[in-house]
């Protein structure tokens, strides 16, 4: 069974700083997918980032980078130049395969962060 | 504006009560899927539906009932629900729905209180 792990409960941020978001995961997949998802209190899940295990580069989408370290299985999100609106919940995901192929994301139990003006 | 829309965004409801919570999607995805949110918890697979078919199930109990009318379209019934099914219920669409890289796009959910 594959396990996500995000450390961190709560992280506190000043605005236009940088901030990285932990996660860990733990599978004996040779191919995996990891996603980090975004949760304002309006309670939509916004998808912001992918890395797949075999990507050679870690991804960046925006302000948002993952630095993806594969032997040490950690995949962590960097927002750089924080804004207000970042504030939000922040779950680590990974896809889980089962039933011949069909796609399961698992969640880590998320980190909370708050960005200060 | 997220591109998976779910209906009603708040719904109260007795422990006798039978409603329905409504999803609909436009990105031609032909999977779909249903997840549970209790507070301050992550989200937990409920079902999924793979071109309109029911491919998971992950042991809910019967009073929840998904529905799948079309590509489009996804529906929970709730009957005789309990006060613990209390939760943020989040639809979500995916491309595909075999194991690769395409994320799942989520609604805004439908936030449940059972009385």
């Known amino acids: 069974a594959q396990k996500i792990t995000q450390t961190q409960p709560g992280m506190f941020v000043q605005e236009k700083e940088a901030v990285t978001l932990d996660c860990t995961y733990d599978?004996?997949?040779?191919?995996?997918?990891l996603f980090w998802y975004k949760q304002p209190s309006s309670g939509e899940m916004i998808f912001l980032i992918y890395?797949?295990?075999?990507?050679?580069q870690n991804a960046t989408e925006g302000r948002y980078s993952l630095n993806f370290q594969k032997a040490r299985k950690s995949a962590n999100l960097v927002i750089s130049a924080s804004q207000l609106g970042d504030s939000a919940m922040y779950f680590c995901?990974?896809?889980?395969?089962?039933?011949?192929?069909?796609?399961?994301?698992?969640f880590g139990t998320g980190t909370r962060l708050l960005v200060s003006p | 504006d997220t591109e998976v829309t779910q209906t009603p965004k708040h719904l109260v409801m007795g422990m006798t009560n039978k409603k329905s919570l409504k999803c609909e999607q436009h990105?031609?995805?032909?999977?779909m899927y249903w997840y549970k949110q209790k507070a301050k918890k992550p989200p937990e697979l409920m079902f999924v539906?793979?071109?309109?078919?029911?491919?998971i199930n992950e042991s809910v109990p019967s009073r929840f009932s998904p529905e799948c009318p079309n590509s489009s379209l996804l529906n929970l019934h709730l009957h005789a629900l309990q006060p613990e099914d209390s939760a943020l219920y989040l639809c979500?669409?995916?491309?595909?729905?075999?194991?690769?890289?395409?994320?799942?796009?989520f609604g805004n959910g439908t936030r449940l209180t059972v009385t």
């Open positions: 979500a669409s995916s491309q595909v729905p075999q194991a690769d890289n395409s994320p799942l796009h």
């Open positions: 599978t004996s997949d040779p191919s995996y997918g």
């Open positions: 890395q797949g295990s075999y990507d050679q």
């Open positions: 995901a990974m896809r889980e395969t089962v039933n011949t192929g069909f796609q399961k994301l698992v």
């Open positions: 990105m031609g995805h032909r999977a």
């Open positions: 539906y793979s071109y309109e078919k029911l491919s």
